[in-house]
């Protein structure tokens, strides 16, 4: 499956942004997606999942209460909708697809997006 992750920008804290994430390829559906995140100097982060049907999701502490991911299979799309921004925010999102359920760990992806970046400034 081929991912392409868009919606990134500049915002003020407190603010808000959505990034979607287009999926081609295999079917959507038999994979359970996630985004990450990696700043400038650090090592990529789990921010949130979701599995196959949508039914379930998992949040890092850091974004919960303030981001939602979700899904469309029919459509073959991924969301991150993100709320209440943090200059800590700011890092280059990914999206990404695997054979996993749930799972916080980039490793147990297979399939990556592009990136989009997010700016937040204060």
């Known amino acids: 499956v081929q991912l392409q992750a868009c919606g990134g920008g500049l915002v003020q804290a407190g603010g808000s942004l959505r990034l979607s994430c287009a999926a081609s390829?295999?079917?959507?559906?038999?994979?359970?997606m996630g985004w990450f995140r990696q700043a400038p100097g650090k090592e990529r982060a789990f921010v949130a999942a979701i599995n196959y049907s949508g039914g379930s999701t998992r949040y890092d502490d850091s974004v919960k209460g303030r981001f939602t991911i979700s899904r469309d299979n029919a459509k073959n799309m991924m969301w991150l909708q993100m709320n209440s921004l943090k200059p800590e925010d700011t890092a280059v999102y990914f999206c990404a697809a695997g054979s996993v359920s749930l799972s916080s760990y980039a490793s147990r992806y297979d399939h990556w997006g592009q990136g989009t970046q997010v700016t937040v400034s204060s």
């Open positions: 390829g295999r079917t959507f559906s038999n994979y359970g």
